[in-house]
């Protein structure tokens, strides 16, 4: 059984940085494409960010380009995303989601697999 574990959220002031986790297990990590999804209440998840099973592909939603980085630790069986300078329109709860074989990508109904999602809130 997969299994999602997201972490990290947080309050932060306007220019703040904040470090989620998700750590993923019952699955092989080493074949996981795993990606970032934010949620404001009444909207839809918006992609943020994933990395591709190899490391080497990682887009990034054009509202948070330059500012957050996202990474693997396939010994660890983990993705982090560092959000950096972040604003309050960054408020969301955000997700983590996988998706094992198949090609990359961006979109909400690709991935069955979902961490609980964590509350990060950006405000002074």
């Known amino acids: 059984q997969v299994r999602l574990e997201d972490s990290g959220g947080g309050w932060v002031q306007p220019g703040g940085s904040l470090r989620l986790s998700c750590l993923v297990s019952?699955?092989?990590?080493?074949?996981?494409?795993v990606a970032w999804f934010r949620q404001n209440p009444g909207k839809e998840y918006e992609f943020v960010a994933m990395i591709s099973r190899f490391g080497d592909y990682t887009p990034y939603a054009p509202a948070v380009m330059g500012r957050f980085t996202i990474s693997r630790d396939n010994a660890k069986n983990s993705v982090y995303l560092q959000m950096d300078n972040l604003r309050p329109s960054d408020t969301a709860v955000y997700y983590c989601a996988a998706k094992f074989g198949g090609l990359p990508t961006m979109a909400q109904k690709g991935y069955p697999y979902w961490g609980q999602g964590t509350q990060v809130t950006v405000s002074s």
């Open positions: 019952g699955g092989d990590f080493s074949d996981a494409d």
